[in-house]
């Protein structure tokens, strides 16, 4: 599978583990212009590649979830 790029599930990934970390360190607002901009640019604009379709859907799932109720981090992944 040469030439398949796994960006968009390592962005889903960094999303589900690393969110709440930037949500405290940068702020929600903050987050969310990088949050807007993955989402119109990188699925819309067709930027963000993925090693399969359904890596490239689940970003989707996960940026439209934030958008709309923001985002749902797993219990389990809190540091704090």
């Known amino acids: ?3 398949m790029q796994p960006t968009a ?3 889903t990934a960094w999303i589900e583990i690393l969110g709440r970390e930037a949500v405290q360190r940068y702020g929600e607002r903050q987050l ?3 949050l807007n901009v993955m989402y ?3 699925i ?3 930027k963000i590649k993925g090693d399969g ?3 490239r859907q689940r970003l989707s799932l996960v940026l439209q979830e934030w958008k ?3 985002l749902q ?3 389990g992944r809190d540091w704090e």
């Open 1 to 3: 599978m040469a030439g």
């Open 9 to 11: 599930h390592l962005v």
């Open 32 to 34: 969310a212009k990088i």
């Open 40 to 42: 119109a640019e990188g």
């Open 44 to 46: 819309e604009g067709g």
């Open 53 to 55: 379709e359904a890596a």
């Open 68 to 70: 709309t109720g923001g």
């Open 73 to 75: 981090f797993p219990k």
